[in-house]
């Protein structure tokens, strides 16, 4: 089991056609006559270069913010038919990946290893790997859900089915840099009771490449993509 988230009908004006030059490493836009003396030093331009900075700072980290919203909730209408990706053409993959991209792009969390947003259970509601969605299986027999738990700071992994067979599989995890860990799969639980050791092969890598508090995405080391929702942010992976 792989381990793995209008136009406005009126004018408007952009940002920095209000406040032109603005980069702090850009010339202070004064005339060469003004002598406000409040400005007139060194230190007091640079104080206001970084005012400056912080308030254009601001309104990006918003629009960004905004920005992930609307491309989140355009992820989400384009995977509730697919049933979690079993019923996705390979052109319904395409486009998916496409929004994808574009929500990686705006990922809030830099170094989701370091985050406690990475912890809890998350369900997950997309996939490629045709292993987890066990598409080779009659209906009846596929997982109905699938869960994904991921505790950082015990550096801890649970995958889980429910109905019909419950199988379960933990594994270590093993930073490779702030965002990507190698997994190694310990044991598997069938039924979600009996342990049976995992063999040595059972290794892989995962990278986190979009996280905030209610969506994650991860990209597997055999090319699948993973997208998963939050539904426990209290979840503790047990003990070995």
Not at 7 to 13: A, D, G, K, L, N
Not at 121 to 131: C, M, R
Not at 142 to 165: H, K, V, Y
Request: proline share 8%; no cysteine; hydrophobic share 40%.
């Amino acid at each position: 089991m792989a381990l793995s988230t209008l136009s406005p009908p009126f004018t408007t004006h952009s940002t920095s056609s209000f406040l032109p030059n603005l980069h702090p490493s850009a010339a202070v836009p004064f005339p060469a006559n003004y002598h406000n003396s409040s400005l007139s030093t060194p230190a007091a331009v640079h104080k206001w270069r970084a005012n400056v900075s912080f308030f254009t700072g601001l309104l990006n980290n918003n629009n960004k913010a905004k920005n992930a919203e609307a491309i989140k909730q355009e992820l989400l209408e384009a995977i509730e038919p697919l049933d979690r990706g079993a019923e996705a053409t390979p052109q319904d993959q395409k486009l998916i990946d496409q929004i994808v991209r574009k929500l990686e792009a705006a990922n809030p969390t830099k170094e989701p290893l370091k985050s406690d947003l990475l912890n809890g259970k998350w369900e997950l509601i997309y996939t490629t790997s045709q292993s987890i969605l066990q598409t080779t299986r009659p209906k009846l027999l596929r997982s109905r859900r699938n869960f994904q738990a991921i505790n950082a700071d015990t550096l801890r992994a649970q995958n889980m089915e429910s109905a019909p067979f419950f199988n379960q599989v933990t594994a270590d995890l093993t930073p490779l840099n702030a965002k990507k860990v190698a997994v190694k799969f310990d044991f598997f639980k069938i039924g979600g009771l009996i342990p049976v050791k995992a063999p040595e092969s059972a290794v892989g890598e995962l990278e986190i490449t979009y996280l905030d508090q209610d969506l994650r995405v991860s990209r597997g080391d055999k090319g699948n993509l993973f997208v998963l929702k939050m539904v426990d942010p209290s979840y503790r992976i047990p003990s070995k």
